[in-house]
Nanobody
Framework: VQLQASGGGLVQAGGSLRLSCTASGRTFSDRHMGWFRQAPGKEREFVAA????????AYADSVKGRFTISRDNAKNSVYLQMNSLKPEDTAVYYCAANSDYYWLSTTYMTPTTYNKWGQGTLVTVSS
């Protein structure tokens, strides 16, 4: 599966953005998907994940209640709706496809369990 992320941009604090990630390949619907982000000088961190069936989702504490992950398997796409954005949300956002069959926090929160990554899309939140 190949991933293409889009939707980043410049937004004022309190604003919203919707990131999209479109996958090519026939196995998208079998894969748990995640969003990660990396700010300058910081390590890549988990943001949100969604199970292959879309039944289960998980969020980092820092975005819980503000971000919503969703997917449309018919469109081979996963989305991240980001509301009430803060300057500390500024980062490059990456979508990724997980290689593990099981839905476990030890897997979906860990970047090394994802074996396919999109190219990243920059989100800048001004104060």
């Amino acid at each position: 599966v190949q991933l293409q992320a889009s939707g980043g941009g410049l937004v004022q604090a309190g604003g919203s953005l919707r990131l999209s990630c479109t996958a090519s390949g026939r196995t998208f619907s079998d894969r748990h998907m995640g969003w990660f982000r990396q700010a300058p000088g910081k390590e890549r961190e988990f943001v949100a994940a969604i199970s292959a069936s879309a039944i289960m989702t998980a969020y980092a504490d820092s975005v819980k209640g503000r971000f919503t992950i969703s997917r449309d398997n018919a469109k081979n796409s996963v989305y991240l709706q980001m509301n009430s954005l803060k300057p500390e949300d500024t980062a490059v956002y990456y979508c990724a496809a997980n290689s593990d069959y099981y839905w476990l926090s030890t897997t979906y929160m860990t970047p090394t369990t994802y074996n396919k990554w999109g190219q990243g899309t920059l989100v800048t939140v001004s104060s």
